[in-house]
């Protein structure tokens, strides 16, 4: 490390008496950025205070915030999934908007040029394929090639108390799984940070100056409600805690409800029509979360699993899955290729159509797991 002139450098919180983001106690970081000119990655969901906008706090106490970078559903968290956003002004600061989705998903030279350090804070649910990880990750590699200092400011995981799905292969590598880890990491934003760059995930292996600050009175036991809905299609915490399992659905010819007011919290197709075992119904039209969904327009007969006691989840639910694929004909037809991008790997479907169970399924995965979650430890900043 000595030789590259880098550091990792880790704040730890203060102690409090509720669990709360980094970004809640100024005092631990203002000092980094004062006199400085500060790029932000950030979104709606980079609230402090009285869920005030951590822009609006940091130009309150005379911080330069000179650019803003937003990731997937733009700066403001109105876009909906895929829809491609172009660079604009904050209409209440004047801020140049950098879009980091679309063609343009990591930060280029000419993009971070004139910013002395980089902010980055956002609400993140726990999950590979949720792209503001994937969005950090190029953050941190145009930080790295540019000399640029990193402050990732953590925030809890909602999805952080447990560990399961399985390990990405890199021949399944995208911007939906871009790291050799599972589904459900159990990690926060910053000990990804700390792990992406630890173990030298960036392009070419270079590291970035990266400094962490930790959240506050936070544990991986913890169950951290979310204050705002991370993003148009996960709208509370029965959608975020049954996202997991329900996002590789994605990767089928079913409805998981975009379009609806109930997005990631049901499943559906037209062709259940007189299938008994899918008695619940829904009609996806055009909305915020979605232009032009799937089915739209279509009755879609399926499952609601909003009923479920949401918080005591602590498994990816493959049953659902393999029960859904047996029902469904044609078979050839089940898995679109983005499948293996969301499961990480090749083989998950392949074992559902050879007809193996959820258990067999997930013993299988036993080894990765195993292996990450060693590497894991290296990593944490709560217990």
Not at 19 to 48: C, F, M, V, W
Not at 137 to 153: G, Q
Not at 255 to 268: L, N
Not at 298 to 327: M, P, R, W
Request: glycine residues 8%.
């Amino acid at each position: 490390m000595k030789q590259l002139s880098l550091f990792i450098f880790v704040l730890f919180a203060y102690v409090s008496y509720s669990q709360k983001p980094a970004a809640e106690d100024l005092s631990r970081y203002i000092a980094l950025l004062e006199g400085k000119k500060i790029g932000l990655t950030a979104n709606h969901t980079t609230l402090a205070g009285n869920n005030e906008h951590l822009l609006d706090i940091l130009l309150k106490n005379n911080i330069n915030v000179v650019k803003i970078y937003a990731p997937e559903h733009g700066f403001r968290g109105t876009a909906g999934e895929g829809e491609i956003i172009a660079d604009s002004k904050d209409p209440k600061t004047g801020i140049p908007i950098i879009s980091l989705y679309g063609d343009n998903k990591k930060p280029s030279k000419q993009q971070v040029s004139g910013i002395d350090c980089m902010v980055f804070d956002m609400q993140d649910v726990g999950t590979r394929f949720y792209t503001y990880l994937s969005t950090m990750h190029y953050v941190m590699e145009t930080c790295a090639e540019n000399k640029i200092p990193l402050i990732v400011l953590d925030r809890p995981n909602p999805n952080g108390f447990y560990i399961d799905g399985p390990v990405l292969e890199p021949a399944c590598k995208s911007f939906i799984g871009m790291h050799r880890i599972p589904v459900v990491h159990g990690m926060t934003l910053g000990e990804l940070a700390l792990m992406i760059n630890g173990e030298k995930w960036l392009a070419g292996s270079i590291q970035c100056q990266l400094t962490v600050i930790p959240c506050i009175d936070y544990t991986h036991e913890s169950r951290y409600r979310l204050p705002v809905p991370p993003s148009p299609n996960l709208p509370d915490m029965q959608a975020i805690y049954l996202y997991p399992s329900l996002c590789l659905f994605e990767g089928t010819p079913l409805s998981v409800g975009r379009g609806t007011a109930f997005p990631f919290k049901v499943i559906g197709h037209p062709c259940f029509k007189d299938n008994n075992k899918y008695p619940f119904s829904f009609t996806p039209k055009s909305n915020g979360g979605k232009i032009k969904p799937l089915f739209e327009g279509q009755v879609c007969y399926g499952k609601d699993f909003s009923e479920l006691v949401t918080e005591n989840i602590s498994e990816i639910n493959l049953d659902q899955l393999i029960d859904v694929y047996n029902d469904y004909k044609p078979k050839n037809d089940f898995f679109k290729p983005v499948f293996r991008k969301l499961a990480g790997n090749s083989i998950l479907q392949k074992q559902i159509a050879e007809g193996k169970t959820a258990k067999e399924i997930k013993q299988s995965w036993k080894k990765d797991l195993d292996e990450f979650k060693s590497l894991r430890k290296k990593y944490l900043l709560y217990e």
